[in-house]
């Protein structure tokens, strides 16, 4: 969460995009720049997405996306309700072996080792563990699945405790003594059914379909342990932690889950929080139209609603919301399935007790999906504000710092805290004898905590152009970074500042400080000419319409509020009609006294990188290499339609094309504690961990590579899923890391390698601002960021 | 009540019930409770809960208890009977325990005592002939309850369904007619003191009204109200039932619940007169008055006028007469008297009394030295610097 929160804040208090960069010579990008082999990496929002590369940097829209396929074998369990809710859609995809140089082994070997403990635990099962899998057949067919059931159950003495049965298969802990058996029960009504199981399957404990029939027994247990599924995740509603100034409830849980891991199957558990609100959708909706404006209360309504998921009072069934219809009343009726119509009203009464105090309040609508036809048009349903509960956020409860920072508090678990969670479930899962039964039953039990041990890989150094230095804190390095001399960048000699009326003083002393701190980094900023406009939105566009020509090197707007059409319709403008690196800044920013040296820092540092220019690097051995980032995003306009923002290091010889494609994910299974002062502690910066927590079917590995200030920290997940480059798992790991340096936005590592933010940055702009691709002119620079 | 229908196809001579009649029976029950108010209901042969999900809905019940033999079709869909994630959102006023026993109906289990309505709907043809024979002393001598709801197939209807040879269903050890029935009825009825009426459930077609309802039911009262404490001491049974099910609903009858609401709502409104006191709230508030008079022509939800009328003017004046009411700062902190707290209204109607409040809220919220006030520290907001 705090990642995206934060690069959105950045992105529309401070958005600009100065730069002239485009000339032939101009500086190089960083120092990754040289090499020969290209180098796919990508950030997705889901697993899903497919990558895509080619030479140059550009988005793309896509109207659908496209899955990366998985083979998977054919047999899907059914759960109790008859849905199949497990994915596995990674199973059984197997990427290393198609990589000989990792075939044998793929971790690496520098750094210092460093014990770290997981949220992984064991299943202790034996070796030899297996689970066999019967096809049933009824001779007479039946029908009822209830009567399949019973019939079968009843031979308790030949099947044993454990098995599970969906009315046609059945899975036993144990194997009968024949390939087929056959039985013989008698109804109640006195029919004769004859039941013959067929031996179809025998399972190790790693094949999917195990895995996926673990995962289900999983649930049944954390059901025992009075929890309850809202999502995937399992939460205790009995216990809630309550944030009344915001009528928050968070309900403590875990998602859980068991996987194949590389060398065993192992359960993992993390903390979850469900956020809900503790009003009703109506009591939202009234509290909203006491604090806005009438005339725009059924579109604020709307867009604060609409995507929202709401929880009935009276089933545990969660909708969308996909619409509210305002002409639809509680007193209205609907026809009912045998086709007599009620009302609203009576409906709830008679099915449920309740009596709906406010006749007059809307309707909520939502969609429903069909599961197996998507052809039928769907069905629609209505239900009333009263009896919803808001789950989730709205996008007024985001933007409302004290909110998330109330919210953070709660959240944000440290280890030590974490591990206490952890602690307590994994004890409630030995203590409650139902749920633990649930388990030995079929020959498992929760076992201990998984420990095992990382890398700490040397700490980089970042190289300026005079000097390097080692950072003191790998998560800011501002402070070293002062007085040494940036790597290059040409001087800003003919800009364009535009601010309102009365922030003409504002923008000023924004000069000056510019001024003061460009010199010591070697950066030359020329007086700009200044335009002074009114206070509109529509202003600033058309100033920028009129000033803005082509010897234009950059455009800076200092913005009197955090208007987001103004900003969008000026970036729009100078992204697409005249293609001109833009900085855009708020008013509020600079009015702050105090900061205001360390606040023109960032804008220069910001402004130099959309010039082309260049802040720092890190050494890269490899000489001639391509990095490629690729990120996919939302459109904020256009619903259903996805950006994808593709960025690479420039080039000139890229001669044979060696690939590597890796998959980043900021989210992952598992967390990684380690021991410090009898206490459990984030990890330091720079641990990978590329044993046990990893899978054997993939080149993979993690890497802690943020400094988490609060809360647990957040380790990233690489798949290596193509490599024809030969680089050493060693050498690909500490490549990923200094990588984590070059992100320009921020003086310090981030978590995800810096051309997979600078390509969410390049999406999020797009998806949020412009809605279509930015003109190639600004193609190599950092307009985005 | 449920209005219902008979059709009958002409070609095959079919007839059908709309609405089925097993719903028939389950909406008389539900018309009955809405009717009696009963606080403890118990159904005897309960199979798959349907008629306990249904009644757990009802408001005057505050315990549901199911029986059945049967264990596994009890099981099969006793989920529906836990408390939904949502009732913990705002828990109800009324506490509710459902709670679901495998036993048989010929035994006398203590746990079946002191209740005021227990239904057996389709029940008694079920029980083999020793099993029926020990279940008027169970029901109406051990049990005894209020109110006993019996319901059982009319034979004499069978003629006019489809297919039915002998017994409606396999199961069925005994089908009765309306004599056999009501004399069984009256019988115990007499035996146990209760007084008896019947009725029953699926008209007979036109010209065919002398085989009666399709389904009987009978509708036992307990003549003389109970001494209840004494007679059950002396009817200390063994236990016959193992309970296979209990779910305890939140309630704000259960002090955790109750506290957690308190709290919530005092931080909540500590909060608003806090940020009011700041005049952070000012706009807010003019907006909140300006928006009244114009509601009232664009016809407003109801529920904004119950929730601007927080205050009268009559408690507006008291409160303003009051002045160790008045919420005040001092340095860093707001204190805002208990007594404030307890004039807003949600806190007001939870807590009832006074010192209630005090009590559910004593180290839940930070209160001041002699505890008179809640305070409440004034964080300056000082916004992350953006990057």
Known sequence: MTGRARVRARGQALTGSPGSGGQPGSPRRPDCSRSDEPMAVRTPQSEK????????????????????????????????????????????????????????CKTGFSGIPVKVVTNLYSLGLPREWQLYQYHVTFNPELESKRLRLALLYSHTELLGKAKAFDGAILFLSQKLENQVTELVSVTKRGETVNITITLTNQLVSSSPVCIQFFNIILKK?????????????????????????HKLTLWPGFAVSITQFENRVMLSADVSHKVLRSETVLEFMTSLYTRIDNACFIQTCEKELVGLIVL???????????????????????????????????????QYDIVLTDLNQPMLVSRLKSKQNSTVEPRVVHLIPELCYLTGLTSQAISD????????????????????????????????????????????????????????????????????????????????????????????????????NRNGELA???????????????????????????????????????????????????????????????????????????????????????????????????????????????????K?????????????????????????????????????????????????????????????????????????????????????????????????????????????????????????????????????QYAHKLTFLVGQSIHREPSLELADKLFYL | MMDTNLQKDDLTGTIKFIPPLYKQRYQFIKDLVNKYKPKKVADLGCADCTLLWMLKFCKCIEVLAGLDIRENVMKEKMHRLSPLPADYLQPSERSLTVTLHHGSVAHKDPCMLGFDLVTCIELIEHLEAAELEKFPEVVFGFMAPAMVVISTPNSEFNPLLPGVTLFRHSDHKFEWDQAQFQSWAVAAATRYDYTVEFTGLGTPPPGTEDVGFCTQIGVFVRKYPKNGETVNSEKHTEHAYKT??????????????????????????????????????????????????????????????????????????????????????????????????FSIPKVNQLCGTFEKLSNLIAGKVALSNDGS?????????????EN
Not at chain 1, 52 to 60: D, I, P, Q, W
Not at chain 1, 223 to 239: A, E, T, W
Not at chain 1, 587 to 605: E, F, H, Y
Request: aromatic share 8%; hydrophobic share 35%.
């Open chain 1, 49 to 104: 997405e497919a990558s895509t590369s080619c030479g140059h940097r550009e988005t793309t829209k896509l109207t659908q996306r496209y899955g990366l396929s998985a083979g998977v074998s054919g047999c899907t369990l059914l759960e109790r309700g008859g849905k199949t809710r497990c994915n596995f859609q990674d199973l059984g995809v197997n990427t290393r072996e198609t990589m000989a140089h990792v075939k044998d």
């Open chain 1, 624 to 756: 001639s290499l391509m990095v490629i980032g690729i990120d996919v995003n939302k459109d904020a306009l256009n619903k259903g339609s996805s950006v994808v923002g593709f960025v690479a290091s420039t080039n000139s010889k890229i001669t044979s094309p060696k690939v590597s494609v890796i998959v980043v994910r900021k989210k992952c299974i598992p967390r990684f504690f380690a021991e410090a002062n009898r206490s459990l502690q984030n990890p330091p910066v720079g641990t990978i961990v590329d044993t046990e927590a990893t899978r054997p079917e993939w080149y993979d590995f993690y890497l802690i590579s943020q400094l988490a200030r609060q809360g647990t920290v957040n380790p990233t997940y690489y798949n290596v899923v193509y490599d024809n480059s030969g680089l050493k798992p060693d050498h690909m790991q500490r490549l990923t890391y200094k990588m984590c340096h070059l992100y320009y936005n921020w003086p310090g590592l981030i978590r995800v390698p810096a051309p997979c």
């Open chain 2, 244 to 341: 296979v099910f209990k779910a305890v609903y939140p309630s704000l009858k259960d002090e955790k619940y109750l506290q957690n609401a308190v709290v919530s709502e005092v931080l909540f409104g500590a909060d608003i007169i806090k940020r009011r006191l700041l005049g952070n709230f000012k706009s807010e508030c003019k907006e909140h008055s300006d928006g009244l008079e114009q509601k009232l022509k664009f016809q407003p939800f109801k529920y904004f006028m119950t929730c601007s009328k927080n205050l009268s003017l009559a408690e507006t004046e008291k409160l303003a007469a009051d002045r160790s009411m008045e919420p005040f700062i001092d340095g860093n902190t707001v204190y805002i008297p208990l007594a404030k707290i």
């Open chain 1, 221 to 245: 247990v954390l059901k025992k342990l009075s929890m309850y599924q809202v999502g995937r995740n399992f939460y205790s509603p009995s216990d809630p932690v309550e944030i009344p100034q």
């Open chain 1, 312 to 350: 009935t009072r009276y089933n545990n069934k969660t909708y969308r919301i996909d619409d509210i219809d305002w002409c639809v009343k509680p007193t209205d009726t609907f026809p009912k399935r045998d086709g007599t119509e009620i009302s609203y009203v009576d409906y709830y009464k008679q």
């Open chain 1, 508 to 622: 000023e002393n924004l000069l000056n400080c510019l001024k003061r701190v460009g010199g010591p980094m070697g950066f030359h900023i020329e007086y700009p000419r200044i335009v002074q406009v009114q206070e509109s939105p529509m202003a600033f566009l058309r100033a920028v319409q009129q000033h803005v020509n082509p010897e234009v090197q950059l455009v800076m707007c200092v913005l009197s509020s955090n208007q987001k059409d103004c900003y969008d319709s000026i970036k729009k403008f100078l992204s697409l009609d005249r293609p001109v690196p833009s900085q855009c800044v708020l008013a509020r920013t600079l009015n702050k006294q105090g900061m205001m040296m360390s606040v023109a820092t960032k804008i220069a540092m910001q402004i130099i990188c959309k010039l082309g220019g260049e802040l720092w690097a890190v050494d890269i051995p490899l």
């Open chain 2, 373 to 385: 006030a809640v305070i409440v520290t004034i964080e300056y907001e000082n916004e992350e610097q």
């Open chain 1, 401 to 500: 710092f004290r909110l998330m920072k109330d919210l953070a508090q709660e959240m944000h678990l440290n280890p030590e805290q974490r591990q206490q969670r952890l602690s307590q479930l994994a004890d409630n899962i030995q203590r409650i004898k139902e749920a633990r039964l649930e388990l030995e039953m079929w020959g498992l039990q929760l076992g201990c905590q998984v420990s095992l041990t990382g890398r700490v890989v040397p700490t980089e150094k970042i190289l300026m152009r005079e000097q390097t230095c080692l950072p003191m804190s790998a998560g800011d390095w501002s402070k070293d970074m002062r007085n040494m001399k940036i790597i290059g960048v040409q001087p800003l000699d003919n800009w364009l500042m535009l601010c309102s």
